[in-house]
């Protein structure tokens, strides 16, 4: 059992800048792959990025490549989404995710565990 907290939304302006993080507890925290995924008003939720256990595996959705960036601290089973040059479409609440084993994937279906979601908005 995982439990998932995430932190650090808030109201920024486009082109702005956010760290979000995600505080894991539990007994295989550590070696669980983790995922952020966002879901704004009205729309599916979608896949942002995702990290292996060890960090050496990072996909990234096409609309936020060289935008954001995950890292991952085992020691504080904490994972962060640094989120650069935020646009207005990048408004919605962001949720962090956590599966059993320690490869990643694109697939909400196949993450187990998940935050309550943190909310980012970006004015224009």
């Known amino acids: 059992q995982v439990q998932l907290q995430e932190s650090g939304g808030g109201l920024v302006q486009a082109g702005g800048s956010l760290r979000l993080s995600c505080a894991a507890s539990?007994?295989?925290?550590?070696?669980?792959?983790m995922g952020w995924f966002r879901q704004a008003p009205g729309k599916e939720r979608e896949f942002v990025v995702a990290?292996?256990?060890?960090?050496?595996?990072?996909p990234y959705a096409d609309s936020v490549k060289g935008r954001f960036t995950i890292s991952r601290d085992n020691a504080k089973n904490t994972v962060y989404l640094q989120m650069n040059s935020l646009k207005p479409e990048d408004t919605a609440v962001y949720y962090c995710?956590?599966?059993?084993?320690?490869?990643?994937?694109?697939?909400?279906?196949?993450?187990?565990?998940w935050g309550q979601g943190t909310q980012v908005t970006v004015s224009s």
């Open positions: 995710a956590a599966r059993p084993v320690g490869w990643v994937s694109t697939k909400h279906t196949d993450y187990n565990y």
């Open positions: 990290i292996n256990w060890s960090g050496a595996s990072t």
């Open positions: 539990g007994r295989t925290a550590s070696s669980s792959a």
